[in-house]
């Protein structure tokens, strides 16, 4: 079985390969308008195997739906979170099944009568997140909405139009809370008035839907866990952007010539490539498989230029590497690392 996860251009395999593709796409393209030429892509080099594609939520048009219903293709997809509304009566009924501690998934029958799955999930830790988005934008909008509603009590907002703006202006800068609320503006005599209110339905809803999303998929035979562990390999691709830009610093670069192109890519990938080894050192030895807090330790390690003058004038440079602290060591000696004492200096670089 080969799992196909797809992220803009890249995808993985179950066993954790990686394999990136070339395509000539436009770069002022959506992501869901790349999925047909990548999908004609794999299958001209590899054929229609038994291949289960799987997509986040931003790839799940109802274009790609179609392009994937055709020839059964199968796939797991991730859907709007405005689909969630045909699920609220699932949310409060019981029967979750638990995959690991903090997260829980349901499987439901799908609200357009297609012969589909709809996977329901809730994650504890999702749900912190976005109960901490919505209170901060609540309380920041709610906050701008008092000084709005003192000033123009105060009588320093003269007009209707300057109210408006006001309010539009706090509206669109906290757009995440602003469906929460109702505004009104209106003329009272030589002032003018500014009420506002919260819309108690919809932040009900929104506090019983955080931490949840849906997956929609063609794959019957299998249990919500099995959907839910093959859709999460996602988070694989993810962090191997993530790696690239904010670990190695290896950001998207303009270039005008294909060489170039592709002497990026190699160097992004052997980077990457590296990362992923240590990684591995990293378990093999004992100490996770994540190597941010191990390099971190071995940053410690500094490179230490003595210089000596004599009598002659002539200086005598020792490029010498500090000693690491009893727990770094610990760390070098489980790694097999035997950093040198001293390293040879060269004038020249």
Same mark, same amino acid.
């Given at each position: 079985?080969?799992?196909?996860?797809?992220?803009?251009?890249?995808?993985?395999? *179950?066993?954790?390969?990686?394999?990136?593709?070339?395509?000539?796409?436009?770069?002022?393209?959506?992501?869901?308008?790349?999925?047909?030429?990548?999908?004609? *892509?794999?299958?001209?080099?590899?054929?229609?195997? &038994?291949?289960?594609?799987?997509?986040?939520?931003?790839?799940?048009?109802?274009?790609?739906?179609?392009?994937?219903?055709?020839?059964?293709?199968?796939?797991?997809?991730?859907?709007?979170?405005?689909?969630?509304?045909?699920?609220?009566?699932?949310?409060?009924?019981?029967?979750?099944? /638990?995959?690991? !501690?903090?997260? +829980?998934?349901?499987?439901?029958?799908? !609200?357009?009568?297609?012969?589909?799955?709809?996977?329901?999930?809730?994650?504890?830790?999702?749900?912190?997140?976005?109960?901490?988005?919505?209170?901060?934008?609540?309380?920041?909008?709610?906050?701008?909405?008092?000084? #709005? +509603?003192?000033?123009?009590?105060?009588?320093?907002?003269?007009?209707?139009?300057?109210?408006? =703006? /006001?309010?539009?202006?706090?509206?669109?800068?906290?757009?995440?809370?602003?469906?929460?609320?109702?505004?009104?503006? +209106?003329?009272?005599?030589?002032?003018?008035?500014?009420?506002?209110?919260?819309?108690?339905?919809?932040?009900?809803?929104?506090?019983?839907?955080?931490?949840?999303?849906?997956?929609?998929?063609?794959?019957?035979?299998?249990? @919500?866990?099995?959907?839910?562990?093959?859709?999460?390999?996602?988070?694989?691709?993810?962090?191997?952007?993530?790696?690239?830009?904010? &670990?190695?610093?290896? /950001?998207p670069i303009w270039h005008q010539k294909d060489s170039r192109?592709?002497?990026?890519?190699?160097?992004?990938?052997?980077?990457?490539?590296?990362?992923?080894?240590?990684?591995?050192?990293?378990?093999?030895?004992?100490?996770?498989?994540?190597?941010?807090?191990?390099?971190?330790?071995?940053?410690? $390690?500094? #490179?230490?230029?003595?210089?000596? !003058?004599? =009598?002659?004038?002539?200086?005598?440079?020792? /490029?010498?590497?500090?000693? !690491? &602290?009893?727990?770094?060591?610990?760390? #070098?000696?489980?790694?097999?690392?035997?950093? @040198?004492? =001293?390293? *040879?200096?060269? @004038?020249? $670089?």
């Open positions: 079985m080969l799992f196909l996860c797809l992220k803009g251009s890249l995808f993985l395999q *179950k066993s954790h390969v990686v394999k990136t593709y070339s395509l000539e796409l436009e770069g002022n393209k959506h992501d869901c308008q790349t999925v047909e030429s990548i999908v004609r *892509k794999v299958e001209q080099l590899y054929g229609q195997a &038994d291949r289960i594609w799987i997509m986040d939520r931003g790839m799940g048009s109802a274009e790609t739906l179609s392009l994937l219903s055709r020839e059964n293709r199968r796939y797991i997809l991730g859907t709007p979170k405005s689909l969630l509304r045909k699920f609220e009566t699932e949310l409060l009924r019981g029967a979750w099944k /638990r995959v690991h !501690p903090g997260l +829980e998934v349901k499987l439901c029958r799908s !609200p357009f009568g297609t012969e589909e799955v709809f996977i329901l999930c809730r994650s504890t830790a999702r749900q912190a997140k976005e109960k901490a988005t919505h209170d901060r934008f609540l309380g920041r909008l709610e906050a701008g909405f008092r000084r #709005l +509603e003192r000033s123009c009590a105060a009588g320093r907002v003269r007009t209707v139009k300057k109210a408006e =703006r /006001r309010c539009g202006r706090l509206l669109e800068r906290y757009q995440r809370a602003s469906r929460f609320f109702t505004t009104t503006v +209106e003329k009272q005599k030589r002032r003018v008035k500014f009420t506002w209110s919260r819309r108690k339905h919809q932040l009900t809803w929104a506090r019983q839907s955080e931490g949840c999303y849906v997956l929609r998929s063609n794959v019957k035979e299998w249990s @919500p866990q099995e959907l839910w562990n093959a859709y999460i390999q996602l988070t694989d691709a993810e962090k191997a952007f993530r790696i690239q830009k904010d &670990d190695l610093r290896l /950001r192109v592709q002497a990026h890519i190699l160097v992004c990938f052997l980077a990457y490539v590296l990362w992923k080894c240590f990684g591995q050192m990293c378990r093999q030895a004992g100490l996770g498989d994540e190597p941010r807090k191990m390099i971190e330790e071995i940053k410690k $390690l500094q #490179l230490i230029d003595v210089v000596l !003058p004599t =009598r002659k004038g002539v200086e005598i440079r020792l /490029r010498c590497v500090t000693a !690491p &602290d009893p727990e770094l060591a610990i760390v #070098l000696q489980k790694l097999k690392l035997n950093p @040198p004492k =001293r390293l *040879k200096f060269n @004038p020249n $670089l």
